[in-house]
């Protein structure tokens, strides 16, 4: 089937979606389907795990942290925190905005114990560029960190690389978090300092987006949750302030046929006893704090046994579904920003 | 530890009922026969879930309600939970049924549920934008363990299952009711 045929398809589909939606709720209003379907298209599995590679080369060749404010007995107890690595990425990240020709710089802050570098680059809107969408990954990992959070990183990078081949209505803002494995540090001091008269308006945060398998029984939930049996499922996590997001979200992967998808909505800001998971990613500042954000997983550790092991390696990722993930994402922001002009 | 004196409390309010109603046989028969109606007051604490496709709600909490028991056998009542667990759920149930006359006093109750609040939402084709806040469940409850005695209600266990609104899609409710006191007036 030829590209142009394949977008006058999805064309269709979208527009008979957007007819059924339009019964009930304007979920997708004003979306340019064949648009958004030539952005998703744009992203490349090859260039995808290739940049995915070179961040967990950056983690191996790091120096870890160091746990040396650990006790001896916490430190045998959780051996992990020992080897988080965060700096070569963040170089690597800031280097790869900067070769974009986006505008980078560094959200830094000393405080201790865990001083923090947030890496932001921006693709300024034409129209409303006070209004910001943003998208984020953290960029620190235990050892290799290929699906936690290379995946996330990589994500970032290629949709950097995609969307900034465009123009928006409004800005799109990619941020690198820091710290994020020990305790949503960098998010949370982003989100805590900000302020201005511009606005985030959507947010989107990556955090284990590359581990799938289709074998039944390969997926876990909690109670409350009706989670698939098989991992191959994109999880979208949104609450009720950003439950508008993950509608988006939904109708466009419908209506582009990207990934198999599953949007959770978390009651308020997502802090009762039993959302509690639901809460382990830096989306989980912005919710906190009144902002849209909604968070795509694999799940991780429901998933995926190579969690926070020195096993969480490239080869154990699927490319295939990462790319679907990623082009589904890239699609959303476009829309989100008002795009592609 | 905690189990035994479960056990010793259970024992006890058993051993007390049965000696009202020891008593209550010594009473000449003089006593009018069944009241009309008699109006209960009761609190209860329990647990209650909605599942279905589209969203799960409930948790556990505590509620009151307003019973009207008829000719000591029908029942007619409406109660008003809040739970906790998973944001603030408010749960209100009208419930129709018929218990057992005198002291140990089972019951089986037609219920209709609604829940009311916060909820985790699911999205799926069938419902691509989050369903709305109120969910409804007709069911059906059991309360095994009932005993009343001179105005006095009280009931140990109460478990029920319901059907609800989610279409499309099965959505199914469930209630565990772990005590509830109530006294006449």
């Known amino acids: 089937m030829s590209a142009s045929r394949r977008v006058t398809k999805v064309g269709l589909a979208g527009a008979a979606l957007l007819g059924v939606l339009s019964c009930s709720r304007p979920v997708l209003e004003g979306a340019r389907l064949e648009q958004l379907a030539q952005v998703a298209a744009q992203v490349n599995e090859e260039r995808l795990m290739g940049t995915l590679s070179e961040v967990v080369k950056a983690h191996q060749e790091d120096t870890p942290l160091g746990c040396a404010w650990l006790t001896e007995d916490q430190r045998s107890r959780h051996e992990v925190v020992c080897h988080l690595t965060r700096e070569k990425a963040a170089a690597l990240l800031q280097e790869r905005f900067q070769e974009l020709g986006l505008s980078v710089r560094r959200n830094e802050s000393a405080t201790t114990p865990f001083p923090t570098s947030n890496v932001i680059a921006e693709l300024p809107g034409v129209t409303r560029p006070q209004e910001v969408v943003l998208v984020g990954a953290h960029y620190d990992a235990f050892y290799d960190g290929a699906d936690d959070n290379s995946s996330g990183v990589a ?19 990619f941020v690198g978090f820091d710290m994020e494995e020990f305790g949503l540090v960098g998010s949370s001091r982003y989100i805590g300092e900000y302020t201005g008269p511009e606005r985030i308006v959507a947010s989107m945060v990556f955090d284990c987006i590359g581990y799938y398998d289709t074998q039944e029984g390969t997926q876990q939930s909690l109670p409350g949750l009706p989670a698939p049996s098989t991992g191959d499922f994109l999880a979208v996590f949104g609450n009720d302030t950003s439950s508008q997001r993950v509608s988006e979200l939904f109708a466009l992967n419908n209506a582009l046929k990207l990934a198999k998808v599953t949007p959770i909505i978390a009651p308020r800001d997502g802090t009762s006893p039993l959302t509690g998971n639901l809460l382990r990613s830096d989306h989980a ?31 154990t990722l699927n490319p295939a579904y990462y790319r679907r993930t990623v082009q589904l994402s890239a699609a959303t922001l476009a829309y989100w920003a008002g795009g592609p002009r | 530890m905690k189990r035994s004196r479960f056990v010793g409390l259970l024992a006890c309010v058993l051993v007390l009922f049965a000696a009202g109603g020891a008593r209550a046989q010594e009473v000449p028969a003089q006593e009018p026969g069944p009241r009309e109606h008699q109006f209960t007051f009761y609190s209860r604490a329990g647990a209650l879930a909605y599942l279905s496709d589209a969203r799960t709600t409930g ?18 009542q409406a109660d008003l939970s809040y739970l906790m667990m998973l944001g603030n759920v408010g749960v209100l149930r009208l419930g129709a049924g018929v218990q057992r006359s005198g002291t140990y006093t089972p019951a089986v109750l037609l219920t209709l549920t609604s829940f009311f609040g916060d909820r985790l939402a699911f999205l799926t084709p069938e419902h691509p934008t989050p369903v709305g806040k109120l969910a409804m469940a007709l069911g059906v409850s059991v309360a095994p363990l009932r005993f009343t005695h001179q105005g006095l209600q009280m009931s140990l266990l109460e478990l029920g299952v319901g059907v609800g609104s989610d279409l499309p899609g099965l959505g199914l409710s469930y209630q565990l009711g772990l005590l509830e006191v109530g006294t006449a007036f």
């Open chain 2, 59 to 76: 948790g556990a909490g505590a509620g009151v309600g307003l019973r009207d028991t008829l000719h000591e056998r029908f029942i007619l």
């Open chain 1, 285 to 315: 500042p912005f919710w906190l704090t009144g902002h849209e954000a909604i968070f795509l997983t694999d799940t991780a550790n429901f998933r995926n046994r190579n969690y926070h092991q020195p096993t969480d390696t490239v080869d």
């Open chain 1, 155 to 173: 994500a970032l990078l290629e949709i950097a690389r995609v969307l900034s081949q465009y123009k928006f209505d409004r800005t799109v803002r």
